[in-house]
């Protein structure tokens, strides 16, 4: 691709995000979405030369490929069998690297990172996402809106991306500031305070800020707004990994700081959270509609956002959590997933043996992708049809609960996620492998006192704070002590410092290092005799 079509790309596909409205944009899967994803595979089968040669070295004709039928019996791509076997070059199209403007990178097992490359064009697609949050949930199109970004910024893929997205929706016309601190509690802080605080003032009658006042020290204790910040917000936009924010809030709270009054709304991602965190969140920001203050995106590396939580969403996901019952007949199990609706002409879905797989446009374009996602999807009509036999009505519960026509109703299909099939378990948005930890239980002496297996999972005490827990099975004849604890904590978080870069830049250090417990050999409830060992539990 050279110059010129390179640039008539970017500027088409600007003008398209500009002029089109969010309502048209979400219409479009009502008659497209089959054939969506149909011509994604007819063109990545013809331009990008990995999927050329994955597809000739199973001996496929893409022109033999002409419904949906035949594509969904089409192999499934996923890292091991595909992104890792091709140089990334060829990942492209046309083999061409340098058509991406971007590349972000996730951690791996291993610690060997992989590279994501996108453009500028991709990244407005997954804006679509964030357009239907600040629009549909937040009203961002009538309220002066402050976005601070709390996710990791740098070669990760959450930060940045987020936001550029934030931008082009300003770029749309929407009143929106977006402001970066990134994982930085105390400037997340000093920011809230400092810009937060304008229409406050303004309200109480209260001199232009700086009058008579002395600077903000930084602290984040009692900020004293600064005369450049009379930006008059009428909302502020937390956006960030849950656990994070939550301790941003706490934090706030405890230096007495009144939440309430910047009418905060959380925009998240990384990892499933319960209904009643978000109650409890809630309360502590002065949440006074859940279904319209908070959002939660379903997000990876490798495709940006692939679904985004809607307030129809988080209503049915609200009265499935006040009802087991209804929850396990349709999610086939007792705990909740993240539920999501998508665009199938953005991210199309199957499921696969209780698996995930989507085919997506992107830097490296995927069809059919595994990302080792267990979850299903259900249609716009069967979930509505489903609640009724219940005898819930989420429309008429919105509408309730609103005094205008209520936003955020599309006839869009839901995805619900449970989480890694390949025993990873997500602490503030980073993915942490069972085999960081075994790198920790290797080290001289510590491998003395244990077998090598144990238990990896994140828990939450009882203000709901998320805690990185790991139960280790110790060696025959082994007793166990604080020393012991100690010394075995202390290596994991090494290992994990070392070898996984999401943990080091994501996990906020006074939540890093891990809560060990030991237990004997052959304990019933973690490492019973002649059951197969899982490393890891949700």
């Not at 992107?362 to 999807?377: K, Q, S």
Request: glycine share 8%.
């Amino acid at each position: 691709m050279n110059c010129k079509s390179q640039q008539q790309r970017a500027i088409k596909a600007f003008e398209d995000f500009l002029s089109t409205p969010l309502e048209t944009l979400l219409q479009r899967h009502l008659n497209t979405q089959s054939s969506a994803a149909l011509s994604l595979f007819h063109d990545v089968a013809a331009n990008v030369p990995a999927y050329k040669a994955f597809l000739a070295e199973r001996e496929i004709n893409p022109a033999t490929i002409q419904t949906l039928e035949e594509f969904q019996k089409l192999p499934a791509i996923a890292k091991q069998n595909y992104i890792l076997r091709y140089p990334l070059a060829d990942l492209c199209r046309n083999g061409q690297l340098q058509v991406c403007d971007m590349i972000a990178a996730s951690s791996g097992s291993s610690g060997k990172p992989t590279f994501w490359p996108r453009f500028f064009t991709d990244e407005l697609q997954i804006a679509i996402r964030f357009e239907q949050i600040f629009h549909d949930s937040f009203h961002a199109d009538t309220r002066r809106t402050l976005a601070v970004i709390c996710f990791t910024l740098g070669t990760w893929v959450g930060g940045i991306f987020t936001t550029n997205c934030c931008r082009y929706l300003a770029s749309k016309g929407y009143p929106i500031t977006v402001i970066t601190p990134g994982n930085n509690k105390e400037e997340i802080l000093r920011v809230v305070q400092e810009l937060g605080s304008a229409r406050q003032s303004l309200q109480r009658g209260e001199p232009p800020f700086g009058f008579g006042s002395s600077q903000s020290t930084g602290t984040a204790k009692t900020a004293t707004p600064s005369p450049q910040s009379a930006a008059s917000f009428e909302q502020i936009v937390l956006l960030g990994y849950p656990p994070f924010l939550k301790d941003v809030i706490d934090t706030g709270i405890a230096r007495g700081i009144e939440w309430q009054q910047y009418q905060i709304k959380l925009v998240m991602a990384g990892e499933v959270f319960s209904e009643e965190w978000r109650s409890l969140v809630g309360e502590r920001v002065g949440s006074q509609n859940p279904c319209y203050d908070f959002a939660s995106l379903y997000g990876t590396a490798d495709a940006g956002v692939l679904g985004n939580e809607t307030p129809l969403s988080i209503c049915i996901r609200r009265f499935l959590a006040e009802n087991p019952d209804a929850a396990k007949a349709l999610f086939g199990e007792s705990r909740l997933p993240t539920l999501v609706q998508y665009d199938p002409c953005s991210r199309f879905f199957e499921v696969e043996d209780g698996g995930l797989l989507f085919s997506g446009d992107n830097g490296i374009p995927l069809v059919r992708y595994d990302i080792l996602d267990t979850g299903g999807i259900i249609s716009y009509d069967a979930m509505l049809q489903f609640l009724a036999d219940w005898g819930f009505n989420p429309l008429e519960n919105l509408r309730s609960h609103t005094q205008q026509s209520p936003r955020g109703i599309h006839q869009l299909p839901f995805v619900y996620v449970f989480g890694r099939s390949n025993f990873t378990v997500s602490y503030f948005g980073a993915n942490i492998y069972p085999e960081n930890v075994t790198v920790g239980l290797e080290q001289p002496m510590i491998q003395e006192w244990v077998t090598g297996k144990f238990v990896l999972q994140v828990q939450e005490d009882a203000d709901k704070n998320r805690f990185l827990s790991v139960v280790v099975e110790l060696a025959p004849g082994v007793e166990g002590s604080e020393e012991k604890k100690e010394a075995i904590a202390s290596s994991i978080l090494s290992q994990l410092l070392r070898l996984n870069s999401e943990f080091a830049n994501y996990v906020p250090p006074e939540y890093q290092t891990p809560q060990v417990t030991l237990a004997p050999m052959g304990d019933s409830e973690y490492f019973p005799i002649g059951v197969k060992h899982r490393y890891t539990r949700q």
